[in-house]
Nanobody, 125 residues
């Protein structure tokens, strides 16, 4: 079965950077669209960034455009989220998700069926 393991979370001051990684196993990685999602306390889980199977297409939440970059390394079966200029409101548990097939602009939480356990990102102001 598909397994996704996130790493790289932690605590950082506002303006700092973190790089999240998600290692995948149990799947043909290049067949899957991948995404990073986050859930803050008391809020619904939301899509942060998604990436197509060959990394040719990416989508970002408006709040992270210009600050976050999603990328993937298919031979390593890993997807990354580089987060720069972090803000207090970026504080959340960040989840990696996978879904086979093509990436579409409207794909969100309900469209991804394989999820990691999450990694906490805390930004202090």
């Amino acid at each position: 079965q598909v397994q996704l393991v996130e790493s790289g979370g932690g605590s950082v001051q506002a303006g700092g950077s973190l790089r999240l990684s998600c290692a995948a196993s149990g799947l043909i990685f290049s067949d899957y669209a991948m995404g990073w999602f986050r859930q803050a306390p008391g809020k619904e889980r939301e899509a942060v960034a998604t990436i197509s199977r060959n990394a040719g297409v990416t989508f970002y939440h408006d709040s992270v455009k210009g600050r976050f970059t999603i990328s993937r390394d298919n031979p390593k079966k890993t997807v990354y989220l580089q987060m720069n200029s972090l803000k207090f409101e970026d504080t959340a548990v960040y989840y990696c998700a996978a879904e086979p097939g093509e990436l579409t602009p409207w794909m969100g939480v309900p469209d991804f069926n394989s999820w990691g356990q999450g990694t906490q990102v805390t930004v202090s102001s």
